[in-house]
Structure formats: structure tokens, C-alpha cells
């Protein structure tokens, strides 16, 4: 390949293409044409958050992790309690605070857990998941334990929005945060730090032969995909104004894992369209049988583990590629 | 704790939100009225709400259209999964928001029954508690009623009961939440005013396979009895077995506790060992009124031989009969004060467990209290009562008056 | 005395139901490198058909003990073939994967043929007594546990050390590639020891249906205990699931007694510190992962 057509080749890698644009689009629209289902909407954005930073650990930096929820909960229960034993209702601060307290976690978690591999790195997110979620339980006159924390009050922000059960204000709320966690990571993974991550993911030793400093760079990636991840359950709480276990569960690591291997991981887009389809097909399917739901989920996560590596993104990245010929 | 906060923002929200909710309620004449039911059907406890949800379905096949006369209802059933919160909550607010409901019934667990507490407030929706049993929920949100139980209902009174029957030391074991420590106290203070004294207080979590080293410290500690709460299911059979294994019967350690752990679907597959636990609750197929020969004759007939109700099957029962008398009194209308208003003063003298009334000042259900034993009848166990104390109030809210 | 007794039981019992249900799985992931989290499935399977053979059908217990785990490891061969095989050499978040996705669909289809309720395994009578030792009191259920758990830790140890298989299952651990060019049929190995795990599994699923009861949530209650089991023990090891396995038996039982109010918080702090120390587990060879 020649040196003009490479740099075309790179400057058409990280351009932004019109299509990236219309999640967004989707989103704006949507109070004006589906209101009753703004609560359900907000949910999936929450969700979208966090899968955008499981994407970061595990499709571009090739972590495959089963207790991101801890991170999803420090950052959910310290907006609670924030809230509710400290008094403090303003809205952003909260996440901000969340975010950080749950990064800094994921930097002293990770530069732990790093140094494993494989089996022992996933043994010892699953033990720490579970390690979180029993404390959770068992500290319960921080926590709530088991019946949870409410009466979390956020202010209505800048004063005048207060968050209701329609949703709305959260709507918007969750909205724009989800445009900023966006902005970031599509400059995150653009970036070279970003290239570097990709480069330690392909092949680790390759990349400490050029001079990568695979553990660092990794420990910082995980911080930041930690600090999202709290980032989102922050945002979850002070939406829904309620915090419990579930935020830091064995079950919500599975399901976040199973929404970015449905969308396809490695490709920002996969995080989008995952959480889209798995809520809005619980959503439907899940209201009259459970079991039913739960069976076809099964089906679907075996297919796309056998059949559809990459997910749904891959499967539109062929069908673009083999139309476009 | 549990309390709703009343701030002027929080109302402010409320005289905005419910005005636009009320508006899309009020059916017209033709409309169902929609009544959302949350059962848990899914999950490591879909037993119950198993049992529940069969019992709601039998009411509205044999009872509602009586009652009814020509109003139509709609029922929406939705799966909590267990204790889950936040799905209780997200489930409450679509159909309240989504669906229209103009109540709300059904709620197995407590930690749900808070969470959607602010819910109800906000959006002025009656709910009626057809299982959660801890004391505080009812005063969380003027919209709660229930029709099951509370957790003191049966406990302290059994604490009283066993200071007068020759147990001087108790071992108090609980799971460790709001219902678990509901019971730790409500019995303590029964116990102890009458007498007796409690040498050991231990909290277990609710996940818990392994009951064996438990119960092994209990046997150490040689009391008269062991009180055990349990919030029923599959693994209280389990419990028991564990307590016969480990030998606290042959130590002459007898097992003490509220109904929930003698359940009366799970009693076959304990088998005889259950013979000779004392419980305190106010609900067993055994109960001998023909309301509950009637309750009993119409289950059978349509779930068959082998499944029992149990007492939740009883709180869904009476609760769908609260629910679809006050629709049939207002008419449908839609006006959830005039509905609360309906609910306080709902008596029943018929229920399958004896006479039940709601006390209008707590919104919470009255009703007899009956002390079991497990006797083998017929070769199967069952939950024989042997006393009653009658008309039973919440003694928790008259020692902690709001 | 007697406390420390009463303990050591307990924990053993729980500890050879523990090892039943995990040795097969570090088998396969010693040999195949195949991360299965639906181990626990083989389990529940086992459980399932004892309790409808016994319970339905008036099975006797010891039949179907001998059996069902015959029955589940055929079941377990099949599936190797047909689904675990095309995952070999994948990364593991599609093995994850794969396993998350089979025990949903499992659980779904065990809700969907014997519903919500636990399903109890009826015991012989002569087993649901009490034996009395001087001041102690065991159960006889729990001392044929413990005979099953040492017997089966016994075979598989004779079989790995003296038979012609069990050399054939370890030359293609320590080395595939080699032990594949001097002729040794890797792929039927696998499927073999696929089997047998599966098969052992079905045997701790149905003696150890009183402590992990059969419910259609089964595989993923239990999965994360099968799993540490497998890590503490390590990779490459085909002996050091009974210790790992005792490990944990004797910290859960320990810490139900004394501190029972910590739940699993005093077990998983433990396992994470270990695993964190020591990330090849007890005998696992440094650097296979």
C-alpha cells in the first residue's frame, strides 16, 4: 500500500461516519413519539453506558471480566448513599463523585488482578463479585442490605427539572450523559492510547517488544472502564431513586456481558445496539413468560458464542462488505 | 427509616403527576378496570408466588364474577423475580404509567413492597399487600392496605405462648433482613415480658446451603427451644431436615416459630419429622370452618389432589376479594381516596382462615392467630391448631405508635 | 474435642460433595483448556433424573445412584461431540459465553418440565438414621457421602496412576501435541473424560441433593462454588481438587459456625487473598493458564 492511500486508510479509520450520528437522532425523537416508553428508553441508555465500558475492557483491551458489576455498584450505592446518609442531592456532582470513587477501585483492583490471566483473572472477578454482593447484603445499615436504599432525593437540576416517575427529566439526564460517555470513548479508542490497547489485546508480548508498558496501560484502562461503569450505575440511581443488590450481582455481570456479545464487542456501535435489543425483547417477551424468554435468551448467547463471533456489528460489517463489492 | 418524605418538592411533584394520571384512569363505563398483580413466578422462590398467583386466578374464575355483577376487570400479571427492588419498582411504574392500573395487588417481598412505596404516593394508586409481612411497609405510603399478615402477628404472640408452656431459654435464629429481624424482636419481647429469657440471638443470610454448623452451635448451646424464622420456600424443608439430622430433637430442643416454617405446601415433602413443631400463624388447610372446606374443595378440583394451598394462596384470596368488592362499590370510578376509604372499612367474617377485618387507622389486616402442632393425620402432616387468640391486631404499631 | 469433631464431619461431608461435582471440570480444563461454567449442569441433570426415578416412578435410591450418572455421562459425550467441541481453541469470552447461554437454556427447560419447586430425592430408609458414638451423633447419610467422596478420590487416583487411560489422559494434558504424534487419539480422550466428569458431577448432584437442592436455578447457584474449587486446586492438576476441595469445605463449615453472620463473605475474601497469592492455585504449574 502506498504512503498516500495508508494515510487515507487512517484518516477514513477514525473519521466519524453519518451513521454514528443516529443512535442519537433515535433518542432525541423519541419523547415526542413513544412517551410511556421513556422509562424503559432511560434503562436501556444506563445500560448502554455500561456496556460501552465493558467494550473497553473486553473488546478492546481483551479482558474478559464477569465482576464488572462491582464497579457498577460502588458507583450506584455511593450516589445512594451519598444522597441518603450524607444529605447531599445535587445531581452531577453525585456522578462525578461516583465515577471517581469507582475508578480509583478499579485502579486498585486491576493493578491486583492484572498480573493473572485467563482462568484465574475470570475466577477472581467472579469471587469478587460475589465478595461485593455479600458485603453489600451484609452492611446494611449503609447499604440497605436486602430491602435496599430509598428515599434518595436529587434535586431538580439546575432548580427547575425535577426527576418524576414519568421520566422525562431522567430521559434527558441519562441522554446527555450518554453523549458524553460517548464523545470520550470514541476519542479514547481513537487515540494512540487507545491504538496501544488494541495493539497489548492482539498480541501482548508484540506489543512489550515495541515498548508498550502492557501493565500500566492496562491498569489505566481499567480504571477507566471502571470509572464509567460507576459513572452508569450512579446515573442509574439517581434516575430510578433506588439502589439494591442487584446492582452488584453475578446476574448483572452476565447480562452486561451477554448485551455486548449479542451487539458484537470491540466496535463502540456493538454497546449501542445490544442493550437495545436485549431490553426491548425482555421487555416484550419476558412480561407473559419468563421462562420462555429465558430459554430463547439461552439460544440466542449459544448461537452468537458458536456461529456469530462479533455479534450483530459483525454481521452488518459482512453484509456491508459483501454488498459493496 | 422507612418513612416517605414529605417535602414540598415531593408534593409538588405529586399535585402535577397525579392530576394527568388520575385523568387516564377514570374508565368509562364500558372500560375494564386494570388491576396489576406482581407475583414472583421466576427464580430460586417461584414456589410461592407459584402458589399465589394460582389462587389469584381461582378467584377470579369462581368469585369475581359474583361479586362484580357486570364490571369487567382486567388483570395484568408481572413477574418480580424474587426480591428484587428495582424490578418491583420499574414493574409498578410501567403499569401504573403504561398500562393505566387502578391498583396494584400481589408484592411477596418486602424490600419490594418499599421500594414502590413513593410510587403509590406519587401517583395515588392502592395497593394491596397480599403477602409482605413487615410491620413498617403499611405506614411507608398512605396507599398500602394488606390482607396477609405481620410478622409480630404471629411471633409475639408465640413468645408469650412459649414462656407459659415450659420454655424458659430460647435460641433465637433468623434470616437477616427487615422481615428476619421483625421476628428476632417481635418474639423477644413476647418472650421475654412473659418470662422467659433468650440466650442466643443469631442472624443467618438468606442464602444459606449450609445449615448444618448452625444448627450444630445451636446444640452446643442446649436451650429449651430454638425459634426459627424463615421466609418459607424450598429451603425451610431443608432446615428441618438439618435439625433432625443434627439431633436437637433427641436433645429435647424443641423447634419453635411462625407459620412460614411449616408451610403447608412443603409439609408432604418434610415428611413425619415435622411431627411435634409448634408454630403460631393464622392460616392452615387444616383449619376446620366451612369457608375453608368451600376455599379448599374449589382448589383441589382445579389444581388436583397433590398441590396444597398454603398461606399465601389465603392473603391472595382475601386480598382479590378487598380488591374486586371495592371496585364493585365504586362502581370503577377511578378515585383512589373514595377506594382507600372503601378498603378501610372492609370486613369479612367468611375468610377460609376465620374473620378478618382491615383496622382503618393502620390500614393493616386483624385477624385470628392460631398456636399449631404438626400432627400426622390421615398419614400426612398437617398444621393442627390447638388454640386461637382472637382478632389479633399489629402489636408492633401499638408499641411503636406513628 | 467434640466441637472439632462435629466440624471435621460436617466439613468433610460438604467437601466430598463439593469434590464430586468439580473433579470432572478440572479434568477438562487441565486437558482441553475449555473454561466450562456449565459444569454444574451435568449435576443437575443427575439430580433430575433420580429424583423423577425415585420419586415418580419408585425408583430404588441405589439404582439410580449407579444409574443416572451413567445415563448423564452418555448425555454429557453427546453434547462434547456436538456443541463444547466447536468452541476448543476459542477465546474465552465466547466460552463464556457458550456456557452462560447452556445453563440458561437448561434451566429454562428444567423450569419448564418439572416447575419452580425443589425436587427432594427420597433416601433409603436405612440412611436417613442417626448413628450415636459415644457422645456424638452422626448421620449415616452423611458417612456414605464421605465413603462415596473418598472412594471416588481413591479410583480416580488408582485410574490415573495405574491404568492405561489415566497415563494416556495425562501425556495428552502435560502435552497435546506429543502425545497426539505418538499416536494417541486426543479427540476421544476428551470426549472419555468429558463423559466421566460428567458422570461424576451427576453422582454429587444426586448424593448431594440435601445440601445443593435440585431446582431449575441449580447450575447457576452452584456455579461459583464448583469453580473455586477448580482454581484453588489449579491447572494441570488432576489430583488437588480433594484438598482444594476439604480447603473449602472446612472454611465454610468453620465459618457457619462461628461466624454465621457473614454468609460466604469469610469464604470468597479467603478464596480472592489465596488466588491473588498463589494465582496457579495449590498445584497448578506456574505460568499454565
Given at each position: 500500500m502506498s504512503a498516500?492511500a495508508?494515510?487515507t486508510?487512517?484518516?477514513?479509520?477514525?473519521r466519524?461516519?453519518w451513521?454514528e450520528?443516529?443512535?442519537?437522532?433515535?433518542?432525541?425523537?423519541?419523547?415526542?413519539v413513544?412517551?410511556d416508553?421513556?422509562?424503559l428508553?432511560?434503562q436501556?441508555?444506563?445500560?448502554?453506558?455500561?456496556?460501552?465500558?465493558l467494550?473497553?475492557?473486553?473488546g478492546?483491551a481483551?479482558?474478559v471480566t464477569?465482576?464488572?458489576a462491582?464497579?457498577?455498584?460502588?458507583?450506584a450505592?455511593t450516589?445512594?448513599?451519598?444522597?441518603?446518609r450524607?444529605?447531599w442531592?445535587e445531581g452531577l456532582?453525585g456522578l462525578?463523585?461516583?465515577?471517581?470513587?469507582s475508578?480509583?477501585?478499579?485502579?486498585?483492583?486491576g493493578?491486583v488482578v492484572?498480573?493473572?490471566a485467563?482462568?484465574t483473572?475470570?475466577m477472581?472477578?467472579?469471587s469478587?463479585v460475589?465478595?461485593?454482593?455479600e458485603i453489600?447484603?451484609?452492611?446494611?445499615?449503609i447499604t440497605?442490605?436486602v430491602?435496599g436504599?430509598?428515599?434518595i432525593?436529587?434535586w431538580?437540576?439546575?432548580?427547575?427539572?425535577?426527576?418524576?416517575?414519568f421520566g422525562?427529566?431522567?430521559?434527558?439526564y441519562?441522554?446527555?450523559?450518554l453523549?458524553?460517555v460517548?464523545i470520550f470513548?470514541r476519542w479514547?479508542?481513537?487515540s494512540?492510547?487507545?491504538?496501544?490497547?488494541?495493539?497489548?489485546?492482539?498480541?501482548r508480548s508484540?506489543?512489550?517488544?515495541?515498548?508498550?508498558?502492557v501493565?500500566?496501560?492496562?491498569?489505566?484502562?481499567?480504571?477507566?472502564?471502571?470509572?464509567?461503569a460507576?459513572?452508569?450505575?450512579?446515573l442509574?440511581t439517581?434516575v430510578?431513586?433506588?439502589?439494591?443488590?442487584?446492582a452488584?450481582?453475578f446476574e448483572?455481570?452476565a447480562?452486561?456481558?451477554i448485551m455486548l456479545?449479542?451487539g458484537?464487542?470491540?466496535?463502540?456501535y456493538g454497546?449501542f445496539?445490544?442493550?437495545?435489543?436485549y431490553?426491548?425483547?425482555?421487555?416484550?417477551?419476558?412480561?407473559?413468560?419468563p421462562v420462555l424468554?429465558?430459554?430463547?435468551?439461552?439460544?440466542?448467547?449459544?448461537?452468537?458464542?458458536?456461529?456469530?463471533r462479533g455479534?450483530l456489528m459483525?454481521?452488518?460489517?459482512r453484509t456491508?462488505?459483501?454488498?459493496?463489492? | 427509616m422507612y418513612q416517605?418524605?414529605?417535602t414540598?418538592?415531593?408534593?409538588?411533584k405529586a399535585?402535577?403527576a397525579t392530576?394527568?394520571?388520575?385523568s387516564?384512569?377514570?374508565?368509562?363505563?364500558?372500560?375494564?378496570?386494570?388491576?396489576g398483580?406482581?407475583?414472583t413466578?421466576s427464580?430460586?422462590f417461584a414456589?410461592?408466588?407459584?402458589?399465589?398467583?394460582k389462587?389469584?386466578?381461582?378467584?377470579?374464575?369462581?368469585k369475581?364474577?359474583?361479586?362484580?355483577?357486570?364490571q369487567k376487570i382486567e388483570?395484568?400479571?408481572r413477574?418480580?423475580g424474587?426480591?428484587n427492588?428495582e424490578?418491583?419498582?420499574?414493574?409498578v411504574?410501567?403499569?401504573?404509567?403504561?398500562d393505566?392500573?387502578?391498583?396494584?395487588?400481589?408484592?411477596?417481598?418486602t424490600?419490594n413492597?418499599f421500594a414502590?412505596?413513593?410510587?403509590l404516593?406519587?401517583?395515588?394508586?392502592?395497593c394491596?399487600l397480599?403477602n409482605?409481612g413487615t410491620?413498617s411497609?403499611?405506614?411507608s405510603s398512605?396507599?398500602f392496605?394488606r390482607?396477609?399478615?405481620?410478622i409480630?402477628?404471629?411471633?409475639?404472640?408465640?413468645?408469650?405462648?412459649?414462656a407459659r408452656?415450659?420454655?424458659?431459654k430460647?435460641?433465637?435464629l433468623v434470616?437477616?433482613f427487615a422481615?428476619g429481624h421483625?421476628?428476632?424482636?417481635?418474639?423477644?419481647?413476647?418472650?421475654?415480658e412473659?418470662?422467659g429469657?433468650?440466650?442466643?440471638?443469631?442472624?443467618?443470610?438468606?442464602?444459606?446451603?449450609n445449615f448444618?454448623?448452625?444448627?450444630q452451635?445451636?446444640r452446643?448451646t442446649k436451650?429449651d427451644?430454638l425459634f426459627?424464622f424463615?421466609?418459607g420456600?424450598?429451603?425451610t424443608a431443608a432446615f428441618i431436615?438439618t435439625?433432625a439430622e443434627i439431633g436437637l430433637?433427641?436433645?429435647?430442643?424443641?423447634?419453635?416459630?411462625?407459620g412460614d416454617?411449616?408451610s403447608?405446601?412443603e409439609?408432604?415433602s418434610?415428611g413425619?419429622i415435622?411431627?411435634?413443631i409448634?408454630?403460631?400463624?393464622h392460616?392452615?388447610v387444616?383449619?376446620?370452618?366451612?369457608?375453608?372446606?368451600e376455599?379448599?374443595?374449589?382448589?383441589?378440583?382445579?389444581?388436583?389432589?397433590?398441590?396444597?394451598?398454603?398461606y399465601?394462596s389465603?392473603?391472595?384470596?382475601d386480598g382479590?376479594?378487598?380488591?374486586a368488592?371495592?371496585?364493585?362499590?365504586?362502581?370503577?370510578?377511578?378515585?383512589?381516596?373514595a377506594a382507600?376509604?372503601?378498603?378501610?372499612?372492609?370486613?369479612?367474617?367468611?375468610?377460609?382462615r376465620?374473620p378478618?377485618?382491615i383496622?382503618?387507622q393502620?390500614r393493616?389486616?386483624?385477624q385470628?392467630e392460631?398456636?399449631?402442632?404438626?400432627r400426622?393425620?390421615?398419614?400426612e402432616?398437617?398444621n393442627?391448631?390447638?388454640?386461637?387468640i382472637p382478632a389479633?391486631?399489629?402489636?408492633?404499631?401499638?408499641f411503636?405508635?406513628a | 474435642?467434640?466441637?472439632?469433631?462435629n466440624?471435621?464431619?460436617?466439613a468433610l461431608a460438604?467437601?466430598?460433595?463439593?469434590?464430586l461435582m468439580a473433579v470432572g471440570l478440572?479434568?477438562?480444563l487441565g486437558?482441553m483448556?475449555?473454561?466450562?461454567?456449565?459444569?454444574?449442569?451435568?449435576?443437575?441433570?443427575?439430580?433430575?433424573?433420580?429424583?423423577?426415578?425415585c420419586?415418580?416412578?419408585?425408583f430404588?435410591?441405589?439404582?439410580?445412584?449407579v444409574?443416572?450418572p451413567?445415563f448423564?455421562?452418555?448425555?454429557?459425550?453427546?453434547?462434547?461431540?456436538?456443541?463444547?467441541a466447536?468452541?476448543?481453541?476459542r477465546?474465552e469470552?465466547d466460552?463464556v459465553?457458550?456456557c452462560?447461554?447452556?445453563?440458561f437454556?437448561?434451566?429454562?427447560?428444567?423450569r419448564?418440565?418439572?416447575?419452580?419447586l425443589?425436587?427432594?430425592?427420597?433416601?433409603p430408609?436405612?440412611?436417613?438414621t442417626?448413628?450415636?458414638?459415644a457422645?456424638?451423633?452422626?448421620?449415616?447419610?452423611?458417612?456414605f457421602v464421605?465413603?462415596i467422596g473418598?472412594?471416588?478420590?481413591?479410583?480416580?487416583?488408582?485410574?490415573?496412576?495405574?491404568t492405561r487411560?489415566?497415563s494416556m489422559?495425562?501425556?495428552?494434558?502435560?502435552?497435546?501435541?506429543?502425545a497426539?504424534?505418538v499416536g494417541?487419539r486426543?479427540?476421544l480422550?476428551f470426549?472419555?473424560?468429558?463423559a466421566?466428569?460428567g458422570?461424576?458431577?451427576?453422582?454429587?448432584g444426586?448424593?448431594g441433593?440435601?445440601?445443593?437442592?435440585?431446582n431449575p436455578?441449580?447450575a447457576?447457584?452452584t456455579?461459583v462454588?464448583?469453580?473455586i474449587?477448580?482454581a484453588?486446586?489449579?491447572?494441570g492438576t488432576?489430583?488437588?481438587s480433594?484438598?482444594?476441595?476439604?480447603m473449602?469445605?472446612?472454611?465454610?463449615t468453620?465459618?457457619?459456625?462461628?461466624?454465621?453472620?457473614y454468609?460466604?463473605?469469610l469464604?470468597f475474601?479467603?478464596?480472592?487473598?489465596f488466588?491473588f497469592?498463589?494465582p496457579?492455585?495449590?498445584?497448578?504449574?506456574?505460568?499454565?493458564?
Open positions: 498516500a495508508f494515510n486508510f487512517l484518516d477514513n479509520k477514525h466519524l461516519s451513521w450520528l443516529t443512535p442519537f437522532l433515535v433518542l432525541a425523537i423519541l419523547p415526542f413513544a412517551r416508553y421513556l422509562p428508553a432511560t436501556i441508555i444506563i445500560y448502554i453506558i455500561f456496556t460501552l465500558s467494550d473497553l475492557l473486553v478492546y481483551g479482558i464477569l465482576g464488572h462491582v464497579f457498577f455498584g460502588i458507583g450505592y450516589a445512594g448513599i451519598i444522597s441518603v450524607g444529605g442531592g456532582s462525578l463523585i461516583s465515577a471517581t470513587i475508578g480509583a477501585a478499579g485502579v486498585l483492583f493493578s492484572l498480573r493473572t485467563r482462568f483473572l475470570l477472581l472477578t467472579l469478587a460475589f465478595l461485593a454482593n453489600a447484603n451484609k452492611a446494611s445499615w440497605g442490605g430491602d436504599l430509598s428515599g432525593d436529587i431538580p437540576l439546575f432548580g427547575i427539572f425535577a426527576f418524576d416517575m422525562i427529566t431522567g430521559f434527558i441519562a441522554l446527555a450523559a453523549l458524553v460517548w470513548m479514547l479508542v481513537h494512540p492510547f487507545g491504538q496501544s490497547i488494541a495493539a497489548i489485546r492482539d498480541n508484540r506489543a512489550a517488544a515495541i515498548g508498550i508498558a501493565l500500566p496501560r492496562l491498569v489505566v484502562v481499567y480504571g477507566i472502564s471502571c470509572a464509567i460507576g459513572f452508569a450505575g450512579a442509574q439517581q430510578i431513586q433506588f439502589v439494591g443488590l442487584k452488584a450481582s448483572l455481570s447480562d452486561v456481558l456479545a449479542i458484537g464487542a470491540g466496535r463502540i454497546a445496539l445490544g442493550p437495545v435489543i431490553l426491548a425483547a425482555q421487555d416484550y417477551f419476558a412480561k407473559d413468560d424468554w429465558q430459554l430463547w435468551l439461552g439460544l440466542i448467547v449459544m448461537a452468537v458464542a458458536t456461529f456469530a455479534g459483525a454481521l452488518l460489517r456491508a462488505a459483501s454488498s459493496a463489492k | 416517605s418524605r414529605l414540598r418538592r415531593s408534593i409538588t399535585l402535577f392530576p394527568m394520571i388520575l387516564s384512569r377514570i374508565a368509562l363505563a364500558a372500560d375494564p378496570v386494570k388491576v398483580l406482581i407475583f413466578t427464580g430460586p414456589s410461592s408466588g407459584d402458589l399465589m398467583a389462587a389469584a386466578a381461582l378467584f377470579m374464575k369462581h369475581a364474577p359474583a361479586l362484580l355483577s357486570g388483570i395484568i400479571q413477574d418480580d424474587g426480591p427492588p424490578v418491583a419498582k420499574r414493574l411504574q410501567e403499569l401504573i404509567v403504561r393505566r392500573v387502578q391498583f396494584i395487588g400481589g408484592i411477596q417481598w424490600p413492597a414502590i412505596g413513593p410510587l404516593t406519587q401517583s395515588k394508586t392502592p394491596v397480599m409482605a410491620s411497609i403499611v405506614r398512605p396507599f392496605a390482607t396477609s399478615h405481620t409480630w402477628q404471629s411471633c409475639y404472640p408465640l413468645g408469650q405462648w412459649a408452656n415450659k420454655i424458659g430460647a435460641y433465637t434470616t437477616d422481615g421483625d421476628a428476632e424482636t417481635g418474639f423477644t419481647k413476647g418472650f421475654t412473659a418470662g429469657s433468650v440466650v442466643a440471638a443469631v442472624r443467618m443470610p438468606i442464602q444459606n446451603p448444618a454448623p448452625l444448627l452451635r445451636v452446643d436451650p427451644a426459627v424463615h421466609p420456600g424450598t429451603q431436615k435439625y430433637a433427641n436433645d429435647g430442643i424443641r423447634l419453635i416459630g411462625p416454617l411449616t403447608d405446601e409439609l408432604p418434610v413425619p415435622a411431627k411435634g409448634i408454630t403460631a400463624h392460616y392452615s387444616a383449619g376446620d370452618r366451612p369457608a375453608n372446606k376455599f379448599l374443595a374449589l382448589w383441589h378440583q382445579e389444581y388436583g389432589a397433590s398441590l396444597r394451598p398454603n399465601m389465603v392473603g391472595v384470596w382479590m376479594r378487598v380488591i368488592t371495592t371496585i364493585a362499590a365504586n362502581k370503577g370510578n377511578g378515585d383512589p381516596d382507600m376509604e372503601t378498603i378501610k372499612k372492609y370486613r369479612d367474617d367468611n375468610s377460609p376465620g378478618i377485618s383496622d382503618p393502620t393493616d389486616i386483624v385470628n392460631y398456636i399449631r402442632e404438626v400426622i393425620v390421615n398419614g402432616p398437617y393442627v391448631e390447638l388454640e386461637t389479633v391486631k399489629d402489636p408492633w404499631k401499638s411503636n405508635p | 474435642m467434640q466441637l472439632t469433631v466440624i471435621g464431619f460436617q460438604y467437601a466430598s460433595v463439593l469434590y478440572s479434568v477438562t486437558l483448556g475449555f473454561i466450562n461454567l456449565a459444569h454444574s449442569v451435568f449435576a443437575m441433570t443427575g439430580g433430575y433424573l433420580a429424583a423423577i426415578a420419586g415418580n416412578y419408585g430404588p435410591w441405589y439404582a439410580a445412584l444409574a443416572a451413567v448423564v455421562g452418555l448425555i454429557a459425550a453427546g453434547i462434547e461431540r456436538a456443541l463444547y466447536r468452541l476448543y481453541g477465546d469470552l466460552q459465553l457458550f452462560i447461554g447452556f445453563i437454556i437448561t434451566g429454562a427447560l428444567a419448564m418440565a418439572f416447575g419452580p425443589q425436587r427432594p430425592i427420597a433416601l430408609n436405612e440412611l436417613a442417626t448413628i450415636s458414638a457422645s456424638f451423633t452422626f448421620s449415616t447419610y452423611k458417612i464421605i465413603a473418598a472412594l471416588t478420590a481413591l479410583v480416580v487416583l488408582f485410574s490415573l496412576e495405574r487411560f489415566g489422559v495425562r501425556a495428552a494434558v502435560e502435552n497435546r501435541g506429543m497426539e504424534s494417541l486426543t479427540t480422550i470426549t472419555c473424560t468429558f466421566i466428569g458422570a461424576l458431577a451427576a453422582i454429587g444426586i448424593i441433593a440435601d445440601l445443593f437442592p435440585i436455578s441449580y447457576f447457584d456455579l462454588y464448583v469453580q474449587v477448580v484453588v486446586a489449579g491447572l488432576l489430583r488437588g480433594f484438598i482444594s476441595a476439604l473449602i469445605g472446612l472454611i465454610q468453620v465459618s457457619g459456625y462461628f461466624f454465621p453472620e454468609g460466604t463473605i469464604l475474601l479467603a478464596i480472592f487473598l488466588l497469592l498463589r496457579q492455585g495449590l498445584f497448578g504449574r506456574p505460568g499454565v493458564n
